[in-house]
C-alpha cells in the first residue's frame, strides 16, 4: 500500500518562492513515474509537473519556468520548488504516481499567493 504526505505549503506574497516536499511509502517509489498536481477551489485536479524514474522532467504550460520538480530516491522524497509565485497558483498541492493511483491521494498541502 503507497502513501503520500504532502508538506511545505503556506502563505506567501506573489513573486514569492515555496518548496513543497512529498514523502513516499510503501512500494518502490523510485520505479515510479512521479507528478505534482494542484486542484484550485472549483476546479478540477490537474498535473503541472512530472519526472521520470531516469529523472526526465516537463511541466504544464502555467508553470513552465517557474516551477522545478526534483527527486530523492535515497528518501523517497519528491521535491517541488515554485519561483515567481503567481495568484493564479492558489490551490492544494498533491504529489502521486503518474498516472494516480487513486487510493493513494494524500491530505494536500495548501499553497495561498496573495498580498
Known amino acids: 500500500q503507497v502513501q503520500f504526505v504532502e508538506s511545505g505549503g503556506g502563505l506567501v506574497q506573489p513573486g514569492g518562492s515555496l518548496r513543497l516536499s512529498c514523502v513516499a511509502s510503501?512500494?518502490?517509489?523510485?520505479?515510479?513515474?512521479m507528478g505534482w498536481y494542484r486542484q484550485a477551489p472549483g476546479k478540477q485536479r490537474d498535473l503541472v509537473a512530472r519526472i521520470t524514474s531516469g529523472g526526465s522532467t516537463n511541466y504544464a504550460d502555467s508553470v513552465k519556468g517557474r516551477f522545478t520538480i526534483s527527486r530523492d530516491v535515497s528518501k523517497n522524497t519528491v521535491f517541488l520548488q515554485m519561483n515567481s509565485l503567481k495568484a493564479e497558483d492558489t490551490a492544494v498541492y498533491y504529489c502521486?504516481?503518474?498516472?494516480?493511483?487513486?487510493?493513494?491521494w494524500g491530505q494536500g498541502t495548501l499553497v495561498t499567493v496573495s498580498s
Open positions: 502521486n504516481k503518474v498516472p494516480a493511483i487513486i487510493d493513494a
Open positions: 510503501g512500494r518502490i517509489f523510485h520505479w515510479y513515474d
